[in-house]
């Protein structure tokens, strides 16, 4: 079946750089994308989400960026702090009759101090 | 506040056991989801329910049943079935535009 995937399972950065976590999607029809943070243990946390007539939205210190050409999100993280270290989720949706939503499988961010 | 309650934090299970685990929303939503994740994975989709009554299958549905009586309930039973049923287990709502919600999981380890 069609999936969400990742290209680094892992990504270690130096506290006060920028982050960039990667995904790619090979589910055409999707129209809606969400990063989430999972800390151990937790359940996953909503960061932020586009929708396929956007190429790029931001939020607080975070920036997600969508080419559907090439079918790829990031998720870019300024000034990276301890505390950002988690795994981060893509996960897509399309509108159908259904709500479901189809997640990749993580990156870890270890920030250094 | 309004969220999801996920009963229990943690759950043991015995071989040849059926476990159930709980899941309470009062955020009013149609939509709810039961996911499943193992150490350093995603989360995969057991089942689905858009409406009260009616439920689909997702992506790894063998071994597991729910039911969907009430809106804001969802529970999930593990049953014998499921060869390897150790893993932690989210459950999540949504409104039909699409804001989801988690609950906080459940660990569920076979002894």
């Known amino acids: 079946g069609e999936s969400v995937g990742l290209h680094l399972p892992t990504l270690s950065v130096q506290e006060g750089d920028n982050s960039i976590i990667n995904c790619a999607y090979s589910n055409s029809a999707s129209d809606y994308f969400i990063w989430y943070k999972q800390e151990s243990g937790k359940g996953p946390q909503f960061i932020i989400d586009i929708r396929s007539n956007m190429d790029k939205r931001q939020g607080q210190r975070v920036t997600v960026l969508l080419n559907k050409t090439v079918k790829h999100l990031s998720l870019q993280i300024a000034a990276t702090q301890p505390g950002d270290s988690a795994v981060y989720f893509c996960a897509e949706n399309w509108t159908d009759s259904s709500y479901k939503l189809i997640f990749g499988s993580g990156t870890r961010l270890l920030v250094r101090p | 506040d309004g969220g999801i309650t996920q009963s229990p934090k943690y759950l043991f299970r015995k071989e040849g056991q059926n476990v159930t685990l709980s899941c309470e929303q009062n955020l009013n939503h149609d939509a709810m989801y039961w996911y499943r994740q193992d150490p350093g994975q995603g989360l995969r989709l057991i089942y689905y329910?858009?409406?009260?009554?009616?439920?689909q299958k997702g992506d790894i549905a063998e071994g597991y049943s729910v039911s969907r009586e009430k809106k804001e309930s969802f529970p999930l039973t593990v049953t014998s079935a499921q060869k390897n049923p150790t893993a932690f287990y989210l459950c999540?709502?949504?409104?039909?535009?699409?804001?989801?919600?988690f609950g906080s999981g459940t660990r569920l380890t076979v002894v």
């Open positions: 329910s858009q409406i009260v009554n009616d439920f």
């Open positions: 999540a709502s949504s409104t039909r535009d699409r804001s989801y919600t």
